[in-house]
């Protein structure tokens, strides 16, 4: 399979190394914002073509399939243009910073029929895989979702410290992937939703620390905490209580309540939670079916983001 990559950034090597794991995958071309600083990369990769357009590159390779790790901004637009040139798509969290943006993909999604995945990576995590299974067995449910995520942001630099074009988001980027695996684990629609934010940066135009409080139709609860202010620990860190235990996942590690570890390298071919979302993408093209997190079955979550920036909103 040959697939385009746009986007060379922290998340788009991410992608790259996962892809090295994978066989019958192809990366045949390496779109940038920066030609040269793109050839450094498609090199270090064995990447034969280069660009600096998305719609050039799409017409002068034989790819079927594009993965998208561009700006948030730029999202929506791309899909909808890579599913129009008859291309699968995967595009990175989140699908889009807007509620009519998020539905307009699925509406060319719909009437393409080509897989169009968006990168919700912990519902392929192992450690909430685990979870899942249990849950889907029958064997625990969760009660409550305790979730921090915090990062030490206060310049417009990308995860490996590095400047960056855009300006990342806590709502719809970071927690979006809090959002749709409360319902995803909950096995339960988000049915209340509140938020609060802190004061907006000066610089950036954005809140650097919010408040989520959710609840799910059977019952379960989840509040989230984010911020791009904290210098302790970096990273997103999930408490499940549940009626049959408690469990701490760090992304693709799970401990129990007492912080003895889970053994979870069982779960999947492997351990890295964002190879296992590229394979499950390839596999749904190869397979014709729908893929977990798909649009469609994501779209609540963009939903739910929706009303909480509205809710925000119309607190200011």
């Known amino acids: 399979m040959k697939v385009l990559l746009s986007g060379p950034g922290a998340f788009g090597i991410k992608h790259l190394d996962g892809i090295g794991n ?31 357009d998305l719609g050039q590159a799409l017409e002068q390779t034989a790819a079927e399939a594009v993965i998208l790790c561009t700006p948030t901004q730029q999202h929506a637009a791309e899909a909808i243009q890579c599913l129009q040139a008859g291309k699968h798509v995967e595009v990175e969290i989140p699908l889009a910073d807007s509620w009519a943006e998020a539905e307009a993909v699925l509406a060319t999604q719909r009437e393409t029929g080509l897989v169009c995945m968006v990168g919700h990576t912990r519902r392929f995590n192992p450690s909430h895989q685990w979870l899942h299974k249990r849950v889907v067995a029958g064997e625990l449910n969760v009660q409550q979702m305790d979730v921090q995520t915090y990062f030490f942001r206060r310049k417009n630099i990308n995860a490996r410290g590095e400047p960056r074009s855009w300006t990342d988001h806590l709502l719809w980027h970071h927690a979006a992937h809090t959002v749709d695996l409360f319902a995803y684990q909950a096995g339960s629609p988000i049915v209340e ?22 609840k799910a139709a059977n019952g379960a609860i989840c509040t989230l ?30 401990v129990d309540g007492s912080e003895e570890p889970i053994d979870v390298s069982g779960v999947d071919v492997s351990m890295n939670g964002i190879e296992l979302q590229d394979r499950e993408f390839f596999a749904a093209i190869k397979e014709g079916r729908e893929p977990n997190s798909s649009v469609a079955n994501v779209l609540p979550c963009y939903k739910v983001l929706n009303d909480l920036e509205q809710q925000l909103a119309g607190r200011e």
């Not at 920066?34 to 064995?46: C, I, N, P, Q, S």
């Open 193 to 214: 939703a509140n938020a609060l934010q802190g004061p907006i940066h000066p610089e950036l135009g954005i809140a650097m620390d919010m408040s989520i409080q959710m």
């Open 225 to 254: 905490s984010l911020s791009f202010n904290n210098e302790g620990p970096l990273g997103t860190f999930f408490r499940y209580i549940c009626d049959n235990g408690t469990y701490i996942a760090r992304y693709d590690d799970l």
């Open 22 to 52: 994978i066989d019958g995958v192809e990366v045949v071309s390496l779109v940038g914002r920066e030609l040269e600083k793109t050839r450094e990369v498609a090199d270090r990769y064995g990447i034969g073509h280069v660009a600096t």
